[in-house]
RNA sequence: GUGGACGUAGCUCAGCUGGUAGAGCACCCGGUUGUGGUCCGGGAUGUCGCGGGUUCGAGCCCCGUCGUUCACCCCA
C-alpha cells in the first residue's frame, strides 16, 4: 500500500545532487577568505534562549517581533530558532570569555537560519549563511577588511554584477541628533496608516520605501550621514579611504536602512543585479554596543552574513557556476560474486591512498554498467572477471580516448597516478 | 502578513469551444555470448497538487485548501 507522501515543511530551501555541489561551491567560495584572514570556526546550536534575540537583535525589529520560531521546549523553556548570527556570536564570545583574551576575537560561522517570512525565490523559511566576526577592536581598519572579506568571497565565486553600497549609522549621538530631524520632518507627510505605524516603530524605515510616491516624499528628508559626530565622521572617512586604496568599488547610500537593532557606525550591503525583489546577497556593519547589552563588557565589533542561497541564485543567474561535478578517479565492473568480493578489496586499498573509487554493484549487464561508468564521468574504468583475477591483470581503460592498457592488479594505484 | 499568477509523467512542457491524457529529454531492455558515448528497435511511468461542487461526463468550469512564484513588506 502507497503511503501518503510527506513534503517538506513550506518555505525551505534544500539542495539535492547535482545541485548540491553548486550550493557546497558557493558555501566553500564565500567563506574561504575568512580563514586566509585569520578567522576560526565557531559552531553554535541553531537554537538559543529567545530573550538573546529580543535584547540582541530588538524587540522592535520585524524579525524578533514577527518572523521568530519561537516555542517552549520540554522544561518550559522559551527558545527560539536562530534567525542570524551575529546574537549567538555574542552569547557564546562572552560565555567562553574569548574576549578575555587577545583582541580582536576573529570567528567565523556557517549554517541555518530560520525566519517566518512568507516564502519566495531567494527568501527562505530554513536559510543558509555565512559570516564573520571581528570583536574587540575600533580601528577602521577592520571594518575595511571585513568588507574586503565579503567581497573577495563574492569574487571568488565568480560574481560580478553586484555593487557594495555602504554607509555610516554613526554613534548614539549622531542617531539622537537625526532622529528629532527626521521625525520633524515626517510630521509633515501625510501617511498611509500601515506606513505610519512603520514609522512609528523606525522612521529610517521610510527611506527604503519601495513607492515612487514615498521616494519623492522622502527626497528633502533629513539623511543620517549628515548628523554624525565629528568621531564616527572621521572613522567612516577612514573606511573609505581604505577601501579606495584596496581598490574596492562602492556606492555611497546614505538612505540605506537596516532591519536589526544593533547597527552603528560603518554599514554595509551587497546588493545583486539580477536577483529581483530579495536581492541583497550580504550585508553587515558595526555594532558597537551589543556586547554590553548582551551583559558582557563593553567591546564594539563588526561583522557580515552572506546568504549562501541567494549567492547561488546569482551565480546562477549569471552563468559562472563552476560545472565541478563529483568525477571518480575509477569505476570498477565486477562480474561474478567472487569479482564483487575482489573490487571491493581494490577499491578499498585505493580509497585508503585518496582516490575516489566506484564500484557497479547489482550484476548489471556489461553494456549496462559500461554505460553507468560513462555518465558517472570517471577517468578510467576496469573489468573484473573470472580471467583478470586469475592473471592478476586488468585492462585500465582511459574513458576519454577509449585506449586501454594492461596494468597488474597491484600496479594500479601507480597507473593511475600517471 | 497583503495583493496577483501558476500547479499535467523524474525534468521541460502540449492538451482546441468540458467527452475518462500526450511530446521531447531522462530512464530501463535489446541489436548474439565480457566493454561506454552515435544510431536503430522495444518498454515502464501519471489517483492531471489535494478536497468538495456543477454536469450524463472535468485536466479543462466554480469553491476551498496546500504548494510554488511575482510584487509589497522584510532581509540573507
Wanted: net charge negative; aromatic share 8%.
Amino acid at each position: 500500500m502507497a503511503q501518503q507522501k510527506i513534503s517538506a515543511p513550506k518555505g525551505v530551501s534544500e539542495y539535492a545532487p547535482p545541485r548540491s555541489s553548486a550550493f557546497e561551491f558557493v558555501r566553500d567560495s564565500l567563506i574561504a577568505p575568512a580563514s586566509r584572514a585569520g578567522y576560526q570556526l565557531i559552531e553554535l546550536p541553531v537554537f538559543e534562549d529567545t530573550e538573546l534575540f529580543k535584547r540582541g537583535v530588538g524587540e522592535s525589529t520585524d524579525v524578533v517581533s514577527k518572523e521568530m520560531y519561537t516555542f517552549e521546549d520540554r522544561g518550559g523553556r522559551s527558545i527560539t530558532l536562530r534567525p542570524e548570527g551575529t546574537a549567538g556570536v555574542m552569547r557564546a564570545v562572552i560565555e567562553h570569555g574569548l574576549d578575555r583574551g587577545q583582541l580582536p576575537v576573529k570567528v567565523w560561522y556557517s549554517g541555518q537560519f530560520f525566519r517566518a517570512e512568507r516564502p519566495q525565490a531567494g527568501r527562505y523559511r530554513q536559510f543558509y549563511q555565512v559570516g564573520i566576526e571581528a570583536i574587540g577592536l575600533d580601528d577602521p581598519a577592520i571594518d575595511a577588511e571585513v568588507i574586503a572579506i565579503a567581497d573577495a568571497g563574492f569574487k571568488a565565486l565568480g560574481l560580478k554584477k553586484y555593487r557594495l553600497e555602504i554607509t555610516s549609522l554613526g554613534d548614539l549621538q549622531s542617531r539622537a541628533a537625526h532622529r528629532v530631524d527626521l521625525l520633524k520632518f515626517i510630521s509633515t507627510l501625510e501617511l498611509d496608516e500601515a506606513t505610519a505605524a512603520r514609522a512609528a516603530i523606525n522612521p529610517l524605515r521610510l527611506f527604503d520605501d519601495k513607492r515612487d510616491e514615498m521616494k519623492k516624499a522622502m527626497q528633502n528628508a533629513p539623511l543620517l550621514i549628515d548628523y554624525l559626530t565629528d568621531e564616527s565622521r572621521e572613522h567612516f572617512n577612514r573606511v573609505i579611504k581604505y577601501l579606495d586604496a584596496l581598490g574596492i568599488s562602492y556606492v555611497l547610500n546614505p538612505r540605506m536602512v537596516r532591519g536589526l537593532d544593533y547597527y552603528t557606525g560603518t554599514t554595509f550591503e551587497f546588493v545583486h543585479e539580477l536577483l529581483g525583489a530579495q536581492s541583497g546577497i550580504g550585508g553587515g556593519g558595526r555594532y558597537d554596543g551589543l556586547m554590553e547589552q548582551l551583559g558582557g563588557q563593553s567591546l564594539s565589533g563588526i561583522g557580515f552574513g552572506l546568504g549562501v542561497d541567494r549567492a547561488l541564485l546569482a551565480a546562477e543567474a549569471e552563468g559562472v557556476i563552476g560545472s565541478d561535478a563529483f568525477v571518480s578517479d575509477l569505476f570498477i565492473i565486477p562480474l561474478g560474486d567472487e569479482a564483487k568480493l575482489q573490487a571491493l578489496t581494490v577499491a578499498s586499498a585505493l580509497r585508503a591512498q585518496g582516490k575516489t573509487v566506484e564500484i557497479a554493484f547489482g550484476d548489471r549487464a556489461l553494456k549496462g554498467a559500461m554505460k553507468g561508468a560513462d555518465k558517472s564521468g570517471a577517468t578510467y574504468v576496469i573489468v573484473l572477471g573470472e580471467s583478470e583475477i586469475s592473471t592478476g591483470t586488468v585492462e585500465l581503460k582511459e574513458m576519454k580516448s577509449g585506449v586501454s592498457t594492461s596494468v597488474k592488479i597491484d600496479s594500479l594505484l601507480e597507473a593511475l597516478e600517471k
